[in-house]
């Protein structure tokens, strides 16, 4: 059964939300000062406060867009504003490949979402919401906006930021993973989370499609023919410093996965809707075989937030299904198995195999996916 082929590759939209104070900037800066050469637009409110020290302003794009000194953009927007901007990133000529929306500190993220997938440009795809909260005020933001619950159950990946200020960070990342919906949670210290989790750094040269896996494709799969568990070490850096080096896999472990047979769709979907709450992103690429012999599918997911995007087999690619998942604590071997229980060798495929995946392709005409 073939499907309809993924035209343009599409440049995902993060939305970055979270209360006054929660460290949404601090983050955000840390993103563009460790994009690994990928290009980010990004879209924040209340422009005139945002003190991003990496705007060494090149020079104006337009009006209130800035060129960031590490070849990134920034746009000042208000909510009317936003397709607008949107549109203006998306300019093929830019060359950006990821946009990240920061809210407002008293923004309504479920609307700044709706607005992301009411959009109708085709060169931008959702691509989760990231909810920052503050590990050390967390108790007196919840009692004086308890809309953060709300908030919380609606992300797809939550940063419980400024653990390292909090008394009792292990009660509040408890707290805050019992009122989450699947999401993952993440602690963090001055906004440095692995900008892995949202987005695919250094993009290759012969980048096709939605993803690129440069370093990990490099290193795992040339060193490895299959896959295994990988620690990191923390790099060491100070607060609000610029170090590019090393790494930020702080207690993270990322797993590769190779496979030269198909994998069975209805044994992936049961393997992504059972997965644990410590595997935070998934990316690659799925070969399904007599499912769909023109396609391969990239897959991308953040917390709970599933998405798959067909796109025509590159000219002579050997056909193999490459996954990274990267996680905290996480099973690797169990893992690894599950995955290897969604190999199949069926030389024909059952016409409503594919249904489950369907599900999580954007459908152009409602351009939304439901959560995994």
Known sequence: MSQPSQEPQQIPVVVL??????????????????????????????????????????????????????????????????????ERLAEPSLGIDVIVIEASGLAEPQELVRMVLASEHPGIVYGGLVEVVDAAEFDDTRSRHPEIDRHLALADLVVVNKTDRAADGDRVLGLVRSLVDRAAVVPATYGRIDPEFLFDCRPSEERIGQLSFDDLHEHDLHERDAHERVPHAHDGEEPGGHD???????????????????????????????????????????????????????????????????EPWPTDAERLTQLVLIGSGIDAPALDKELDACRSDAPHADERGMWGVLRYVRDPEEDRAEPA
């Open 17 to 86: 939300a979270g209360f006054l104070g929660s460290g949404k900037t601090t983050l955000l800066n840390h993103l563009l000062h460790r994009s690994g050469g990928s290009r980010i637009g990004a879209i924040v409110n209340d422009f005139g406060a945002i003190e991003i020290d990496a705007m060494a302003v090149a020079g104006a794009l337009g009006d209130s867009t800035v060129s960031l000194g590490n070849g990134c953009l920034c746009c000042a927007v208000d909510a009317s504003e936003l397709d607008e901007y949107l």
């Open 244 to 310: 590019h080096t090393g790494h930020l896999h702080t207690a993270y472990d990322s797993l590769s996965f190779v496979s030269r047979e198909p994998l069975d769709p209805r044994r992936l979907m049961e393997f992504l809707d059972s997965r644990p709450q410590g595997l935070y992103r998934i990316k690659g690429y799925v070969d399904f075989g007599p499912y769909d012999v023109r396609n391969r599918y990239a897959v991308h997911a953040v917390g709970r937030f599933l998405r798959f995007y067909p």
